[in-house]
């Protein structure tokens, strides 16, 4: 299944239908009295989370979603029937917003969560309701109101505690396939990563975190160089970053520490608060460089970097060094989610994921 995490539709609600003006007519009784029934409430549309769903391709289709209006009053007090609403099943993560406002009408963040895009209308009065001691044969009745329309733009944000960020072939693929059940594809050319992938690193029975891998970013991507800005959105939900970098080029011109420094200049032009999160440096390919200058090699890339923050030195090819940082990484997501639970006066927030979440949509690839 293709990767979508984009798209935009249109929903129409249905219209109430309208109440009827009628009288009561039977043999022998020339005065029955109004019997108009009122009119059924037009269908509405909701937005529901699923968790078994990964992607918005089915809306990068099916782009009109329309309920059907109530149905019409009738006489002998019959009120219509009131149209079936349309639940529309969409994946955690999806952001809803407004085309024409931009205001954001729904984030989807847990499953199950519901969401009302577009009212339906309500019914129309019958006669029955205007009926009173001083007018006994009322005439009067009401239309139904009409359904809500909008146009919405549906946005993903895959759902994760960790994302990885870095250069294209900096090792981003072969880290989460070393420490998850991620399988992203691998080769020795840029952009083999063309969508996100997630990934469940398990540490220990229930001590469990999800790791995020976005297509590689580039300098200029701000201009559309590479794959763009598009994926970066996957990682505004992270609570912390993993900045991969290769410290073995393979062409001896690229200079490391440049395109560390042009991936934060990038971020930086996305999204000033994605660029403050909390980022962690992530030394890769160790295995590439000798043994014997391997220390010198990183306390140079540290100090033309300038970096204050963690420094880990790891091979994801061996797995040199993935187990220290595997638990150096759930030991600060085990703070963070230890820090947003509730006390025992606070609510329940239903928005948080669940720390050892087996959630199916971890486990495979999103395409």
Not at 37 to 55: C, F, L, P, Q
Not at 314 to 343: D, F, K, M, W
Not at 360 to 367: D, G, H
Request: neutral net charge.
């Amino acid at each position: 299944m293709k990767f979508i995490d984009e798209a935009k539709i249109q929903v129409i609600a249905g219209n109430g239908g309208n109440g009827i003006a009628s009288f009561r007519r039977e043999k022998y009784i020339p005065f029955g009295g109004p019997d108009g029934g009122d009119g059924g409430r037009g269908g509405s549309i909701y937005a529901v989370a699923d968790r078994n769903i990964n992607t918005l391709v089915d809306y990068r289709f099916a782009k009109l979603h329309r309920a059907r209006n109530g149905e019409h009053g009738r006489g002998s007090d019959c009120y219509g029937k009131g149209a079936d609403d349309i639940m529309l099943r969409m994946p955690v993560g999806t952001l809803i917003a407004d085309r024409e406002t931009g205001a954001v009408l729904a984030d989807l963040t847990t499953h199950g969560q519901t969401a009302l895009l577009a009212q339906g209308g309500q019914g129309g009065r019958g006669n029955i309701h205007f009926k009173s001691s001083t007018n006994r044969a009322p005439r009067q009745q009401t239309d139904g109101e009409p359904g809500e329309e909008r146009e919405l733009r549906l946005e993903l944000k895959v759902l994760a505690d960790v994302g990885l960020l870095g250069m294209p072939n900096a090792g981003k693929s072969t880290l989460i396939s070393a420490v998850s059940n991620a399988r992203p594809k691998i080769a020795d050319y840029p952009f083999t990563t063309l969508h996100p992938h997630l990934g469940v690193v398990r540490v220990g029975p229930e001590r469990s975190f999800v790791i995020a891998d976005v297509p590689g970013l580039i300098e200029g991507a701000a201009e559309g160089a590479g794959l763009g800005h598009q994926f970066l959105r996957h990682l505004q939900r992270t609570g912390l970053l993993l900045h991969v970098v290769d410290l073995a080029p393979f062409d001896p011109e690229v200079d490391p520490v440049g395109d560390a420094k042009a991936i934060v200049g990038e971020l930086k032009k996305f999204d000033p608060e994605l660029a403050a999160k909390t980022r962690w440096l992530v030394l890769n390919k160790l295995d590439m460089v000798p043994v014997a200058e391997r220390a010198a090699r990183v306390k140079d890339f540290v100090r033309r970097l300038r970096w204050k923050g963690p420094v880990f030195e790891i091979s994801a090819l061996t797995r040199l060094g993935l187990e220290p940082l595997v638990n150096a990484i759930y030991a600060e997501v085990s703070a963070r989610r230890h820090a947003t639970q509730p006390g025992p006066s606070d609510p329940v927030d239903d928005l948080s994921l669940p720390p050892d979440s087996d959630d199916p949509r971890f486990a495979t690839r999103l395409e």
